[in-house]
């Protein structure tokens, strides 16, 4: 892996064509591909757990524990509330990626963006917002983010640094390259992280995004996110690269592969290539290897999933399982004290779901507010000619 | 391809005709496309092995093959060009979006490629563009597009949207078998509603592309309109023959190029008129619609062109900022009301 | 970057106000921004070293550095996307596609992104999008569009284009200071016209967003248009005068939102009326004036309302094919003759 | 190079969590690039020329050494009218890169298609599209191909295997997938090559439609030229790679980098990939370095470009100069027989650009038809209602 940051030109080694012109840096054909943190084969015997090289604090551990629960049981709350037909569109779940979402968040600043995709909930946790908003979204409730205007996580705070996303896969990768450039223009140095599938990786705003950031040197970190699927889609119909990571090569920029269900490898990595990246290096790709449990929606049959392979990750690569088992070993805390973290959890979610439960939906005429700055816009179905 | 280890799962070939939704109508005009002509294949996001999200080609892959059934990357760019390329082959490509809302990454090679391509060099581009589109599911401001007005201004681009079982599977072949790009729109909340369910003919049989059809008979009022909106029309018909108004209901179904024979045969015997439509007001086809009726039906037109339609903002999700957004039987019935004391 | 080896170059400052073509002024505009606002910055394909390919940013880099005015890859979906971005961060982007044809590529973003934002989260996107438009320079089908009707169906952008120098500047001027996504459309025939050419005032001043202009006034007919056609219905009107014809003319100048009060105050006068614009007939925006008219001064309307256009084609290159698509003045004056007598 | 078409998907050296699904083919990390055509060094004193390595015989380098000057000939050709305002539009030149438009389609089958850039017109003639058909166009005759609706090489000729561009760079890559998914179905067993621009890669369609080409393994061939410019714009503005060739990773296909402007390098290159292709193998990318002389179009002042450069080029690395050279000193032929082919192509020209200055331009109506299959659009300015 060649990661240090290289601000100035190399030479070209390639003959009196090339010399006549500046060329931009990098060694050539070389992938830079660090897999420090690849997944790697469970023992015979021995489950797998997470990696021991980590810098984080127990504190720090314990609050990342915190966060992958709390991903999954306000999901599980979510699922809840669908069946009661409390939730009005579907219900998308990151079962069994969560530690991706969450690891990778943890490693940034405050001042730091991200931009998730529908699966990246705990990210959106992470960078502190609330359940109760994440509530309120689903239900279209009056005192949601959106008030009721957009689903699930669309929304954003840019205080908080979260930029909700489009559904149109691939556009918010020049967004973010956009929030960098403003961002240098202000002397602000911060990174920015957006979330991109196996699937989205094939659109073409991720290309022109990703190359326009990787040219200019921006600190763009971007998770692909190795899941498997896009809707029913295997990744071999995304892309003929075994490795999403193999897609940095083509921007020019390092990448790393990361055990994406290891909540502690996702997050060293992701704090080193954010290092890397405000230090000046550019954009990093960082591929995350996970896998989604669940179907695309709650309504998806999974009928093109093979028949054990669900199976197989739950009892043995369980994200939230195998941190467990890690803080348990290494003694950071003992079962009890992850008990009392999981109550807390869901207090907290019964809480804010209560609250958002209790919200108004909206009433209809908010609808014609706020297309443009304090606009109000007419209503359609009631023409002027006829009112008088 | 997971072919292989997929759980076991063959739908059967749907039947010749037979009561039908309309998503089991667009399905067997596709699959006897399929069978009549090996020309015509299947390409888009997951509508192999998953049958397509909304199951519109449901068992075509079993029957007809990963090469003929295409699961493509989630690239709409990418799906219009190699139709277009395919097309130039003297394929005939069927390409689905997801949802309609995607087209518009398909925008660039649609406007620019497929509509261009026979005026610039003789080479016709006969491939059908479709997919669900509409509002009214909750499914908020990227699931929900009604896309026709992006595309009336760009010559060389024929788009359909039919509003029964009976006209989806017969504008679908027509599109098939056209010798020129068709966008081929399916409002999904008519995909499976019961009230649209009817039996079809045994027999081939196609709807001519460009035919608009009186679905409702009147002599004081037209309302001109088409897809979901169709139905709203209707009800509000049969609320206002109540109160002695007799309604003439026009479904476009074809909405470019228009059927102007039958919307002014119409217009000139009503007088009245309303133009209703899903997608917002402003810059919707509703324009192009009164353009024609105030040019050509000018001396016929006993009081003001009504255009009913969404606010001009994006989808909303919440359920009342939805129901607000979208005109609704009450907007129609008062409105047609109105015009006609007018 | 090659600044370190190129030729020699760096264009003066412009002046403030004084004689200006419209690309002048549209650039003294930019400077000026720049100048008085520290978050104005430029982007686009070869905006930087080159100036733009019509020069329209010529000399802002050596001015304002790269860091403000943005060389980016050929990628119109990044240029609008980062523009959104930047916007989001409380940064004033000045987005350049190097024809507005290429506007289609950035269509997803546009649509999707820009327009939506406000609407779904409150954070508005105070961005530009401006480009050279327009036919009749014999560039042929993909460098001759008039864009604005594939927009004018999507809530949240507004879109304006200037037909006079001192509009161009103040209305690239209000699209910066505006909160919300602005398309600013040049029409290229425009740019360096003599006749165009004219005196500037050196104070700052903006042209507000959403008003028309009368720029002749008369009793007998208005023609509604804009850009490069209100010189030719401005030389219509003038030979329509010599047969005693008295011709109004609208500069519409913003086309979204439609300046509804100045266009039903003309008609209410004059009582017949002829909307003139450069893109195809079918889908254009003339569509749209003509249903606002026809519901709302549909009581002073003494003829049918006309709609001149170019034909429904994609924009041919060769000089008489070109001139057969568009419309030209001999076209308005036989159509206005025959509408007065009407 | 790991050139070979590996048909049968490849065992994963994973871990479990990769094991349970099928893997694209395509061996990990490796960038597969070949060099062995690509530009070296000229040695002191020692002109460049062109490669050794050939299988081609005498008849069929003076074929291509046709085509050179062919090309170069009629775009001089086009300057001149262009300078006489006989072109209605821009002229856009390849001097000093028409070997790699040449090269590359000379080593092409009568059934395979390109689709070239405007620089690539070179391709075009190879393909056996005639100069008459060129100059008829770039005049906007009647009698060109388009009759006069479209501009320079955009139209097409599906006999010939000649699909000609539109404007919007990228979009002609997803269109050739499509050529070869039609043929795949119809059983033709052809290549199709794309020619791209350093600039043109940066789009979303590039992306999009190289990527589904890959994973659906068809033969198509990307020929990427480096000839350092788009418009003004530097290639180290466009990508922050150093060769256009490490793209290829990101698709899982292999490439290669030739010399541009070694005709034979550039056809030997194609040969090889297309027999790969067509074996099964997949797509290719092939870089080919050159050099962009003249401005983007003829108006273009090139005020952006280094001082000596393009003398640089011109004297010592001249795509025709070599290629004279190499068929001198090879005895391929004597200068005299160089320069019978050189009057015969110069009274081919003539004849040709006579005929299209013969023809008229087309009649306005004619503008009115052909939108649709059969049909003819009214005239928008003669309203109905107005003509009764
Ligand atoms: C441009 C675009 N096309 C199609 C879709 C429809 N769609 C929504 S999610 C999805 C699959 C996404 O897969 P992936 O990117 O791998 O993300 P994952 O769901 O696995 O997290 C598709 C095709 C979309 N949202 N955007
Ligand atoms: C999508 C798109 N954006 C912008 C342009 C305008 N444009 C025409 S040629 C050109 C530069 C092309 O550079 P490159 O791809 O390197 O090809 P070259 O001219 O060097 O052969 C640009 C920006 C275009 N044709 N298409
Ligand atoms: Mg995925
Ligand atoms: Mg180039």
Chains 1, 4 share one sequence.
Not at chain 2, 19 to 47: C, K, L, N, S, Y
Not at chain 2, 55 to 64: P, S
Request: charged share 25%; proline share 6%.
């Amino acid at each position: 892996m060649a990661e240090q940051p290289t601000k100035t030109s190399r030479k070209s080694e390639q003959g009196a064509h090339a010399k006549r012109r500046d060329r931009p840096p990098g060694p050539r054909f070389e992938m830079r591909i660090s897999t420090k943190y690849a997944p790697h084969e469970p023992s015979e015997g021995k489950p797998l757990t997470c990696t021991d090289e980590t810098s984080l604090k127990p504190d720090q551990l314990l609050e990342l524990y915190r966060y992958l629960k709390l991903t999954r049981l306000v999901e599980e709350r979510l699922v809840n509330l669908y069946r009661q037909t409390k939730v009005v569109g579907g219900v998308f779940r990151s079962l069994g990626q969560e530690a991706t979402a969450v690891g990778t968040a943890y490693a940034l600043q405050p001042g730091d963006f991200i931009t998730p995709l529908i699966r990246d909930l705990g990210a959106v946790l992470v960078k502190g917002i609330r359940p109760r908003d994440i509530f309120a979204q689903y239900m279209a409730k009056a005192w949601g983010p959106s008030g009721g205007r957009d689903l699930n996580i669309h929304f954003g705070d840019m205080g908080k640094g979260f930029i909700g996303p489009i559904s149109h896969l691939g556009d918010m990768i020049p967004v973010m390259t956009g929030i960098l450039i403003g961002a240098r223009m202000q002397k602000k140095e911060i990174v920015a992280v957006a979330y991109i599938g196996d699937g989205g990786m094939s659109t073409g705003a991720f290309h022109e995004g990703l190359n326009f950031a990787a040219v200019q040197r921006l600190p763009l970190l971007v998770i692909a996110e190795y899941n498997h699927f896009a809707y029913s889609t295997p990744t071999s119909l995304q892309t003929a690269c075994r490795d999403l990571a193999e897609k940095a090569a083509g921007y020019g920029i390092p990448s790393h592969i990361v055990d994406g269900n290891d909540v502690v490898a996702c997050y060293e990595v992701t704090k080193h290539a954010a290092d890397y990246a405000r230090r000046g290096g550019g954009a990093v790709l960082i591929e995350a290897k996970t896998y989604r449990r669940k179907g695309h929606a709650e309504h998806d049959d999974q009928r093109y999933v093979a028949p054990d392979e669900i199976e197989w990750w739950e009892k043995h690569n369980d994200p939230v399982d195998r941190f467990e088992k890690y803080l348990l070993e290494k003694n950071v805390a003992k079962q009890d004290k992850l008990d009392e973290i999981v109550s807390e959890v869901t207090r907290a979610i019964e809480e804010d779901c209560a609250w958002a439960e209790s919200s108004p939906l909206p009433e209809g005429e908010k609808a014609a507010y706020g297309v443009f700055d304090n606009s109000i816009v007419p209503p359609a179905f009631r023409p002027p000619v006829l009112e008088k | 391809m997971s072919t292989a280890v997929k759980k076991e799962h063959r739908s059967a070939r749907p039947e010749r005709g037979g009561p039908a939704t309309m998503v089991e109508a667009i399905r067997q005009g596709i699959w006897e496309e399929m069978e009549r002509d090996p020309t015509v294949f299947v390409i888009g996001e997951d509508v192999g092995a998953f049958g397509g999200a909304f199951k519109v080609t449901d068992g075509l892959i079993d029957e007809f093959g990963k090469e003929r059934v295409i699961d493509t990357p989630i690239s709409e760019g990418a799906i219009v060009g190699a139709a277009c390329g395919a097309a130039l082959m003297g394929m005939r490509p069927v390409a689905e979006f997801q949802f309609i809302d995607f087209i518009s990454a398909g925008f660039d090679l649609l406007t620019n490629y497929a509509a261009k391509c026979r005026y610039r060099w003789g080479a016709g581009i006969p491939a059908v563009f479709r997919g669900p589109c509409g509002s009214g599911v909750r499914s908020g401001p990227f699931h929900s597009l009604n896309a026709e007005a992006f595309f009336l201004n760009t010559a060389g681009l024929k788009i359909v949207e039919p509003s029964t079982a009976y006209d989806a599977k017969g504008l679908i072949k027509a599109a098939i078998r056209d010798p020129d790009p068709v966008l081929y729109f399916e409002h999904k909340k008519l995909y499976r509603l019961p009230r649209l369910r009817e039996d079809l003919p045994a027999d081939d049989y196609i709807v001519e592309i460009g035919k608009a059809k009186v679905v409702r008979e009147g002599r004081d009022l037209t309302i001109i309109t088409f897809g979901a909106m169709v139905l709203t029309a209707l009800d509000a018909a049969e609320e206002l023959e109540k109160e002695g108004l007799d309604v003439e209901v026009i479904d476009l179904r074809t909405l470019a190029p228009l059927d102007k024979a039958t919307i002014l045969a119409s217009v000139k015997k009503t007088s009245r008129v309303i133009i209703l439509h899903e997608a917002s007001r402003t810059g919707g086809i509703g324009g192009e619609i009164a353009a024609l009726l105030s040019e050509e039906a000018f001396e016929w037109l006993d009081a003001p062109i009504i255009r009913l339609a969404s606010i001009d903002t994006p989808v909303p999700y919440s359920p009342p900022l939805e129901d607000y957004y979208l005109p609704q039987t009450k907007d129609v019935v008062s409105a047609a009301r109105k015009l006609a004391a007018y």
